[in-house]
């Protein structure tokens, strides 16, 4: 994994939770880099470290560090500006420092023989002098102040430099340089805390910021990769050969960088030993202890990654986790807590020689130091860098092996939303990397309960403080992780935030690549006309701007619309957009047809046309013959001389049923379903089989195709949560009224499946092209309400919860279906040509398959619980039993009803089945009789009902023929209880002609309808 490269938080995840990951499916796929072209996000970028840097210095000012932040710029300039250089000191009796921080002093060696030398190389022959501030405000005025006493009192410099922790404008940087040169005749050069941030990130400087500003390990600048070899070799011949060295934070750079290099690289990994035994000399007397300490750290990791062992470091991690109460910076806090986590995966492997008992009591002394710091902090720089760290210790925690506890998520969460609500008072706090971090964390284990709050508050700081595409570049990172995790809904979720978020000029290519990847994310879920808008979209956006750079994403954009034709059967639209692709942008293939070309997107849509070609050779001539011709006028013929042989090979064997089986499992729609003078779409989702009809021709593939796809980007939506959808067939038929102005929904009679009219304008009024779509998907919503059992005022939450989370964004993206298909399809002069021809296979049936991730929830039902469900069976056999019992009685004695018993039973029916359909028939033909609803209203004929069902059934009763409990008459009357039991529940179906079978179907699967049961009276088994 890439991001393990580093040592930081997510390596020390990796030890925590090594067991975990031989099962985490860590994977990746090489569309979405493809797309992104970005493919780890584990390694702090320059820029990160930079921002790391700032806020270290920030943290320099908060507590006064007038003396590190003056080290540490004397530090800077020996080794940026000139070498001879002294600090400037004295007690304020003796002069002070005249406000010289420290200054050159004269050296005469540039005539000697050490004139090559880097010392003499960087000397200044002029006098030079320093001064630091980390004064926050005011800073001209004590810029002009400490000028001004440094040209009054001892030898008049040639420049000054000024260093500043606080950050200023460049004008006004210029203006107090031209001050200095007309008022003193004085060179003056300012380095305000960015720059000296971006000069200590120079991998030879960074040591500097260890020392004197704590920054964490992790975020040593990475060599660059070409010199990194030559300097590699370099330090390595140099230390082979130095068997001691002076004991200072430059020479402890250059080593722990080195032993990084030989840990995380197989070729250089048999060094480990030697850096290793180079910076055990830290652990002398003479070191200081602040390097002492972190050779510790250094070394841990070293052995444990490179060696896999922390045999014989036991002592030195010991003295290591005493010390913890010594520790004051959150940085070292934060290495004590990966180092921490390393012990614990060390110890899981019988790595190390540390008790559990041990390791509990280093990670408790952490927490109550990390808890002493943090009530002791006074500012909220101070504190975001504590909580920040307590939530990563937290989250690494561990406990005794009988609590079973793997991660303290709830803890970790409580930190990072309190660090969050305190960042804007703390605007330098690396927010961008720990974007980056949580990123990191779902990629090794999983989202986590608080995850998606957590990445929501950091996106809208990140908005706040960088801008939306900063925080469109971490909804991107996320997207990636979660796509490679075959996560692809909530990879879904973070393209459109990031889609969103780069959605303006000069951010218009990430829109545009997050356009495509959502393609890709609902092609994979099987939702072609979803990913198709997309596509259409992503190519229209290229298209339409005036920058260049962005013309190169057409070609791209519109082969994946063909592949959306492709996948959905329209195979001739599929042949045409490919034609029109290849032929207006001279596209070749990159790649010979072999295995390593999979991924190019040509190659894919050529190979597919070897497939269309191949197909139509054996169930469509006709329709071959058009194709044939089409594809000759792209002069590819020597590529598919290679594409033909291995389609044709492949299916040389096969039967025609095996390829249409092969076909379902592989499209969503029928193939050649664009010929014809009617198209019919299917396409399954979350349970809901939907078949669309409409006329072959433009206007109406258009409006039809806009439906669909806001129809199916809406349920996606919903996919994971539990709607009480039935599992049924949808049948709509799609009209294009000329004469009117807006569009209606009308439904049909039946009681198989639900039935549909959606009547479309040709022409919106005011040619509202987003009110058109918006109206597609409101009729969309009132047929899903038609399949849902939820109770109306629940699903209607449910919509506007979609709502106000944006979805209307989400379903029209740039235009709408129907303008984005009208520019990018066919002409109309092509639908002749198809409407002429023959559907083929119209004998078969076709049945798509339907993603894992679009499946029916059939998960127990809303309220449903096995021990409810049992106390309503017994009132059912109770008052059942008590309303009809001579009548049963009397049908047990019957040998035609006995049968009927028999058969129903062979089905499944168990006895309150047969107990409920009878007094249904009982009470429907009681009520039935003439007189019985005369001068009776509603409400008193159901109150009567409810008064005969629950008193004991007497001979006065009205007998009821056996006749009327026919086995017809029994399957009905139990399907017309149907409708009581969902409401009993707490559920509701709006039908007018109510889909009892598909109802059936959800009381079987969800609410344990045809196998519950407790002990009865057996009152059809008589003894």
């Known amino acids: 994994m890439n991001g393990l490269v580093q040592w930081g938080w997510s390596e020390s995840l990796y030890y925590r939770h090594a067991q975990r990951l031989t099962t985490l499916p860590i994977c990746s796929?090489?569309?979405a880099k493809s797309i992104f072209s970005k493919d780890k996000i584990g390694m702090a970028n320059e820029q990160q470290i930079i921002q790391q840097i700032r806020f270290a210095i920030e943290q320099l000012s908060a507590r006064s560090g007038h003396h590190e932040f003056e080290s540490l710029c004397r530090h800077i300039a020996r080794r940026t500006i000139c070498t001879n250089i002294l600090p400037a000191t004295g007690p304020v009796s003796a002069g002070g420092d005249q406000g010289r921080d420290f200054e050159t002093f004269r050296t005469y060696l540039r005539d000697t023989d050490l004139r090559d030398s880097t010392f003499i190389g960087m000397a200044s022959e002029g006098a030079v002098t320093f001064a630091c501030t980390i004064q926050r405000k005011n800073?001209?005025?004590?810029?002009?102040?400490d000028v001004k006493t440094i040209l009054g009192s001892g030898i008049t410099p040639d420049s000054i430099y000024m260093f500043l922790s606080q950050g200023m404008p460049v004008a006004r940087r210029h203006e107090l340089q031209t001050w200095a040169s007309d008022t003193h005749q004085m060179k003056l050069e300012i380095l305000d805390g960015e720059a000296i941030a971006e000069i200590l990130c120079d991998p030879e400087l960074f040591w500097i910021a260890e020392q004197y500003l704590a920054v964490p390990t992790e975020f040593r600048p990475k060599r660059n990769p070409e010199a990194i070899k030559d300097w590699y070799r370099n330090a390595l011949d140099r230390w082979r050969e130095s068997t001691s060295c002076t004991l200072n934070p430059a020479n402890f750079h250059e080593l722990a960088s080195a032993a990084r290099h030989a840990t995380f690289s197989s070729e250089a990994r048999s060094d480990v030993p030697l850096w290793i035994n180079r910076l055990e000399q830290f652990h002398s007397e003479e070191a200081p202890h602040f390097l002492a300490v972190r050779a510790t750290y250094e070394i841990a990791v070293a052995s444990l990654r490179g060696l896999g062992t922390l045999h014989g470091r036991e002592d030195e991690l010991?003295?290591?986790?005493?010390?913890?109460?010594?520790l004051d910076t959150p940085a070292a806090l934060k290495d004590a807590t990966v180092l921490l986590s390393y012990c614990y995966g060390a110890f899981i492997r019988d790595a190390v020689q540390l008790s559990l008992v041990e390791i509990l009591d280093f990670q408790q002394t952490l927490f109550n130091r990390l808890d002493e710091r943090l009530d002791k902090a006074e500012t909220a720089t101070t504190r975001c860098a504590l909580l920040n760290t307590k939530g990563y210790a937290h989250f690494f925690s561990f406990a005794a092996p009988d609590t079973h506890q793997v991660l303290d998520v709830e803890e970790s969460v409580a930190c990072w939303k309190e660090m969050l609500g305190l960042v804007s008072g703390a605007p330098l706090f690396p927010l961008d990397r720990f974007a980056d971090h949580l990123t990191e964390i779902i990629n090794l284990v999983g989202e986590f309960p608080g995850y998606s709050e957590l990445s929501r508050l950091t996106d809208e700081l990140l908005s706040d403080r960088c801008g939306d595409f900063v925080a469109a570049d971490k909804c991107r990172d996320r997207a990636l992780v979660f796509y490679g995790q075959k996560r692809v809904l909530r990879a879904i979720q973070e393209l459109h935030q990031a889609k969103i978020g780069w959605f303006a000029d000069e951010t218009l290519q990430g829109s545009i690549l997050a356009m495509l990847f959502l393609g890709v994310c609902y092609r994979e879920l099987g939702l072609a006309f979803a990913a198709k808008q997309y596509a259409m979209a992503a190519a229209f956006i290229a298209v339409d701007s005036n920058q260049t750079k962005l013309k190169r994403h057409v070609p791209q954009a519109l082969l994946s619309v063909a592949e959306c034709d492709y996948m959905q059967g329209n195979w001739l639209d599929f042949v045409s957009r490919v034609s029109i692709t290849l032929w207006s942008h001279h596209l070749v293939p990159n790649h010979d047809a072999s295995e390593e070309a999979e991924d190019d997107e040509i190659y894919r849509v050529l190979f597919g046309t070897g497939i269309v070609l191949m197909v139509s050779t054996r169930l469509a001539p006709e329709i071959n013959k058009m194709l044939e011709a089409e594809v000759c006028k792209w002069d590819m013929e020597d590529y598919f001389k290679k594409v033909r042989p291995m389609v044709t090979t492949a299916w040389a064997d096969k039967s025609d049923d095996e390829l249409w089986n092969s076909l379902e499992s592989k499209l969503q729609g029928r193939p050649f379903g664009d010929v014809g003078t009617t198209r019919e779409t299917i396409w399954k989702q979350l349970g809901v089989r939907w078949e669309v009809t409409y006329t072959n021709e433009r206007e109406t593939i258009a409006r039809a195709e806009e439906f669909m796809a806001s129809a199916q980007i809406f349920m996606a939506e919903w996919a994971g949560l539990d709607l009480c959808f039935l599992r049924t067939t949808v049948r709509v038929t799609i009209e294009l009224d000329?004469?009117?102005?807006?569009?209606?929904?009308?439904?049909?009679?039946?009681?198989?499946?639900?039935?549909?009219?959606?009547?479309?304008?040709?022409k919106f009024e005011g040619e509202?092209?987003?009110?058109?779509?918006?109206?597609?998907?409101?009729?969309?919503?009132a047929i899903l309400s038609d399949v849902s059992l939820l109770p109306h005022a629940e699903f209607l939450n449910r919509v506007e919860e979609r709502f106000r989370d944006g979805v209307m964004g989400r379903v029209f993206s740039a235009r709408s279906y129907h303008e984005l298909y009208l520019n990018l399809s066919p002409m109309p002069k092509i639908e002749s040509e198809r409407q002429g021809i023959d559907v083929p296979e119209t004998e078969r049936n076709f049945n798509p398959s339907e993603h894992e991730d679009m499946g029916w929830f059939d998960g127990p039902a809303p309220g449903y619980t096995k021990e409810f469900a049992e106390e309503g069976i017994r009132n059912r056999y109770e008052r059942g039993i008590r309303a009809g019992r001579l009548t049963i009685a009397r049908l047990c004695k019957d040998d035609e009803f006995r049968d009927v018993v028999r058969r129903l039973r062979d089905e499944g029916w168990l006895d309150w089945h047969l107990i409920l359909a009878i007094t249904n028939i009982i009470l429907n033909y009681r009520i039935g009789q003439p007189g019985f609803r005369k001068g009776k209203s509603a409400e008193e004929i159901h109150q009567e009902s409810m008064i005969s069902l629950n008193r004991e059934e007497s001979y006065d009763d009205i007998w009821i023929p056996g006749s009327k409990f026919s086995e017809e008459a029994m399957r009905l009357a139990l399907q017309i209880s149907s409708i009581s039991t969902l409401k009993n529940e707490g559920l509701e179906c709006r039908q007018l002609t109510p889909d009892l079978p598909a109802i059936d179907d959800f009381l079987r699967h969800r609410m344990g309808y045809w196998s519950d049961d407790v002990e009865h009276e057996r009152v059809f088994d008589p003894e």
Request: net charge negative; no cysteine.
């Open 29 to 31: 796929s090489d569309k």
């Open 768 to 781: 509202d092209h987003a009110n058109a779509q918006q109206m597609a998907l409101s009729h969309a919503v």
């Open 318 to 326: 010991r003295e290591y986790f005493e010390g913890i109460e010594s």
């Open 738 to 762: 000329e004469l009117a102005s807006e569009s209606s929904l009308e439904p049909q009679s039946t009681n198989d499946g639900r039935l549909w009219i959606l009547k479309v304008p040709k």
């Open 139 to 145: 800073l001209a005025q004590k810029i002009k102040s």
